[in-house]
């Protein structure tokens, strides 16, 4: 992923302190944005498509809030269990 924005890769430790189910269900997430229509759609739409992955990634690591947990709304992990669930562009959004 970092690679495509020809970043160094980040490390997230707080993202890597969550519950193994949380951990497995971004890593589930991540593995499938490859086939999005976003990440299809060409080297510049692609890289802008991984860049907001890495910023939403970044913002999980350091809010706590937008971290959230599976219970609250609206938060990083419950958008991510959401879209775990849809194919396509669900897991985009």
Known sequence: MFA????EP????????LPDNQKRTIRDWLSRLSNTADYK???DAQKAFVQN??????LAEDDEKFRGSFIEDY?????????????GDGMAH
């Open 75 to 87: 938060t990083f992990l419950n958008i991510i269990l959401g879209a775990a669930d849809t194919c």
């Open 4 to 7: 495509i924005v020809e970043q």
């Open 41 to 43: 759609r060409g080297v």
């Open 53 to 58: 992955v890495i910023n939403y990634l970044q």
């Open 10 to 17: 980040r490390e997230f430790p707080h993202l890597n302190q």
